[in-house]
């Protein structure tokens, strides 16, 4: 198995980076004095109100149209620090208003569940989204528990923010900041996905309830007012996925100015892979240039080669609105035998200030096979977003793929949502 020392080796670099920030300029680790604590206006528990609804319709070819009018509520408190600990839970819930929908891809484990109608991805649930407690004192933090992680860009790990039901993880996560330095260490064994809590746990179906198996995320960073430098080594071992299976991944960024790049190598194994080990590389290169004050234009092209996945990312964010990609990049198939890595060639446009405070965003993408030889086709997307006030806030956003090749069809989505935060 591929995962032979890795589990060693991730160990080691949470070890070392800790032990790099403990001895720089033969600092200690702080000591914490058990001693009364002052009077705080800080208050016992703090409420956290995050609720959402949405319309979203829905179609790709050959399936039927799916409407799905949605309301999520997650509700939370957060203890006041006590020398250093405080913690945090929360609850999730789902419903749907207007169920004419397919909520998953895969069987009717969840609900609503409109054989031959076009999945989207919001099934009912209620579940414990987060619980976790922790320790910080000056440049250290250490959090146990059910958990939100993101790393970076969120192309990698990340929360699945999009979907009504987020995705967290059961985990250890230490960070250390120490001016520029950040560096940042988790494990986790098993991450909650988005279908909530009623979903199919065990093949032979597809699991999804959540991924189980060992999941290793180390980070480091450097950024000052010029420049950001960093690196990651992220190791995945999908338990209950043969298709997704193993993938280690090894990359760094740059971003410097209106320029942002990215690479990384993976390895690891798949049932998609005929002799089931192999190895591919991870590319990403944008430019922003902004325009005015309230204007900027954004050019990008982002690379994965055949069999590289990102199972843990922010789909949603990659490779256009209409998520015509998220089940290849996540490693789960390989659109029967159409897929072969993926050239993402995009354009985007953004203009703030308009009247009541609106912002339009535009997008357009042309999608290529990673040997440039096979144009998959293209996309168009836009949105309007605005902030009423400090809490509430809405976006309208629609997407539309158009098909140049088999396994690929087209797809149209629109989105209305409001957004309220306490």
Known sequence: ????????????????????????????????????????????????????????????????????????????????????????????????????????????????????????????NFELNQGWIQFEHDWFRLRAGRQRIIRNNAAFVAHVGWRQNEQTYDALNLEIDEGPFHAAYAYSN?????????????????????????????????????MTVGAYFYSLDIENHAAMGESHSLGIFVHRGPVRGEVAYQFGESSLVGDGDYGAWYGHLAYTKPIGDASEVKLGVE??????????????????????????????????????????????????????????????????????????????DAVLERSFSERVSGILKAAHFVSEERGFPDATQVTLEMNYRF
């Not at 159409?338 to 354009?347: F, N, V």
Request: charged share 25%.
């Open 190 to 226: 098993r991450a909650l996905r988005i279908f909530g809590d009623d979903a199919n746990d065990a093949p032979p179906g597809a699991p999804l309830l959540d991924f189980e198996g060992d999941f290793h995320f180390v980070d480091y960073r450097y950024e000052d007012e010029d």
């Open 303 to 380: 690379y994965l080669q055949e069999h590289f996945k990102t199972p843990f990312a922010l789909l949603h964010a990659f490779n256009g609105f209409a998520d015509v990609f998220v089940m290849q990049r996540a490693g789960a198939n390989d659109a029967g035998g159409a897929y072969h890595g993926l050239t993402d060639l995009y354009l985007g446009f953004t203009q703030k200030g308009l009247p009541l405070g609106t912002t339009f965003k535009v997008f357009g993408h042309a999608y290529l096979d990673d040997r440039l030889g096979t144009l998959y086709g293209y996309e168009v």
């Open 1 to 124: 198995m591929l995962m032979n020392g890795v589990f060693a080796t991730s160990l080691w670099a949470g070890t070392v980076l800790t032990l790099a920030f403990a001895s720089a300029g033969e600092r200690q680790v702080p000591r914490v004095d058990l001693l009364p604590m002052e009077s705080s206006k800080e208050p016992w528990l703090t409420p956290n109100i995050d609720f959402r609804t949405r319309y979203e319709f829905r179609n790709t070819d050959p399936f039927d149209d799916s409407q799905a009018l949605t309301v999520r509520l997650r509700g939370g408190l957060l203890t006041r620090e006590i020398f250093g600990f405080r913690a945090f839970g929360q609850l999730e819930a789902t419903e749907a208003l207007w169920g004419d929908y397919r909520s998953n891809p895969a069987d009717d484990s969840t609900d609503p569940y409109v054989a031959g109608n076009t999945v989207i991805a919001d099934p009912t």
